[in-house]
Every structure is written in structure tokens, then in C-alpha cells.
């Protein structure tokens, strides 16, 4: 990467610090990948909550909206063929009927312990999609997509706090994650909010 640095990404929730600055992983996940073929889609809370009432559950939410991303991208480049390869999501093995709703002729290869293997199509698009067990350690793209997800919610979270620090001066920011948001949620009590005041933040599980 750059000047012929070479580094292991194995996790990449281990190289993801706040604290080196946002923009500068933003620069190595620019560098790394062609940003023609970079998307995000940031979803608040309650558009999560809807979805996930809709959709049954975090991980189909999850699925559906990676699928739909990539469909997005794939449909803005068109060529005749992709491999399109994600990290497993919630543990769950078979993703046919999710990926019939987004892409037709859908074929299972395998689905197995730590793989679920799959063809289809996209209008002119031949796939070949993966879902597989920690991907971020195996495919640079994914760890990048990882990397990338992460410093949008950090970015985020950063004006999130912003916003309430300055509505409630003292208030300690949080990191949003269940036992952190407990206390900030509590915090936010004791300076007179109710529970519908914050029912906009607080995502169902």
C-alpha cells in the first residue's frame, strides 16, 4: 500500500481507531479501491426499526440492504460478469430466497459450514456470489467494506454527540455500543428527557 508498505489485515475491526483521524483511513480505503465502485447507504434509527419490523430481523435488514447496494453499483458499471463476495451475515447459511429478490436465475453452488456459494443474474450481469465465515480476513474488499461501514458510523456518532453535547453541556459522549448506551441513555434521563423524546435514537435489537 503506497511507498511499498506491506500490512495483514486479519480483523478489521483491530486497525480501526478513531484516534489516527477519519479522513486518513478515508484516504487508504480511496487508495485501495476504485471509489466509482464504492457505495454506503446509512440507514438511522427509525428507518432501521421500520425495516427491521418489516423484514423480520437485523440480518435480513442487513442482507437485503448489501444486496441492494451491490445491485445499485453493478447496474451503474455494466460489463458481463462479477464476483460479488460478502461476510456471512448473522450466521445464516442460506441466502436463496434473499437473493432472489434482488437478482434472477438463482443457483445454488454450495452452502455449507463456513461457505454459501451462488450463481445468478443481473439483466446482462453473470454472478458468482460468496457469503463466507470471517471474509474480512480473506478478501481485502470485504475488510475494506468493513473498514469503510465503520468510519461512516464514526462519523456519525461523532455529530450525534456533537448535537447532544451542546443541547446538554457536561454530557459524556458515547460510542453507541448496548452497555455505553445504557449510561448515556441515562444520563439523558436525568437531565429531564422522557422516553418519547428518545424513542428516535434507541434501535430495536
Known amino acids: 500500500m503506497g511507498s511499498g508498505a506491506e500490512f495483514i489485515v486479519d480483523d478489521s475491526k483491530r486497525i480501526f481507531q478513531p484516534r489516527r483521524g477519519f479522513e486518513s483511513l478515508r484516504r487508504g480505503c480511496e487508495a485501495l479501491a476504485d471509489s466509482a465502485w464504492q457505495s454506503f447507504r446509512l440507514i438511522d434509527v427509525p428507518e432501521f426499526n421500520r425495516l427491521v419490523a418489516q423484514q423480520g430481523n437485523k440480518a435480513n435488514l442487513l442482507s437485503c440492504a448489501s444486496l441492494e447496494l451491490a445491485a445499485a453499483l453493478l447496474c451503474a458499471h455494466p460489463t458481463q460478469g462479477a464476483t460479488l463476495t460478502f461476510d456471512r451475515h448473522g450466521g445464516r447459511r442460506r441466502y436463496g430466497p434473499l437473493l432472489s429478490e434482488v437478482f434472477s436465475d438463482v443457483v445454488v453452488v454450495e452452502e455449507g459450514k463456513k461457505v454459501s456459494r451462488y450463481r445468478a443474474r443481473l439483466g446482462q450481469w453473470s454472478l458468482e456470489i460468496a457469503f463466507l465465515t470471517r471474509g474480512d480476513a480473506n478478501f481485502l474488499e470485504v475488510a475494506l467494506a468493513s473498514m469503510r461501514a465503520k468510519l461512516e458510523r464514526e462519523i456519525a456518532m461523532q455529530a450525534f454527540n456533537e ?19 445504557k449510561r448515556f441513555l441515562g444520563e439523558l434521563y436525568l437531565r429531564g428527557c422522557a422516553p418519547d423524546d428518545l424513542r428516535g435514537i434507541i434501535r430495536a435489537r
Open 163 to 181: 448535537s447532544w453535547c451542546l443541547k446538554f453541556p457536561g454530557l459524556r459522549p458515547t460510542q453507541g455500543y448496548p452497555a455505553d448506551a
